[in-house]
């Protein structure tokens, strides 16, 4: 069982940056494909971002594509998305979430993953 907690939400001014943070504990940590979704109120849970076991791919929404940049440290159980160039419709609650996919794979699809963190609001003022 993987527990995943988030961290670095917050309010933000458009065109700033933010850093999310996702610490993973209960498993093995480098063993899990690993993705960032987000749900703004009244949508749809949305993919931003995956990451493979050892980083070496990764895939983004096309709406964040050029802004966020998602890694990992295997070695601190830990996933980041640092956020730049944050826009309003970017705010919304940010969800880690974990995936045992095969070696070095990944997926957009949120019914691929497995463990779920609580969730971080973000929230870009216009």
């Known amino acids: 069982q993987v527990q995943l907690v988030e961290s670095g939400g917050g309010l933000v001014q458009a065109g700033g940056s933010l850093r999310l943070s996702c610490a993973a504990s209960g498993g093995t940590f480098g063993r899990y494909a690993m993705g960032w979704f987000r749900q703004a109120p009244g949508k749809e849970r949305e993919f931003v971002a995956a990451?493979?076991?050892?980083?070496?791919?990764?895939y983004y929404g096309d709406s964040v594509k050029g802004r966020f940049t998602i890694s990992r440290d295997n070695a601190k159980n830990t996933e980041y998305l640092q956020m730049n160039s944050l826009k309003p419709e970017d705010t919304a609650v940010y969800y880690c979430?974990?995936?045992?996919?095969?070696?070095?794979?990944?997926?957009?699809?949120?019914?691929?993953?497995?463990?779920w963190g609580q969730g971080t609001q973000v929230t870009v003022s216009s």
């Open positions: 990451i493979s076991w050892s980083g070496v791919n990764t």
């Open positions: 979430a974990a995936s045992s996919l095969p070696v070095d794979s990944l997926s957009t699809r949120s019914s691929r993953y497995n463990y």
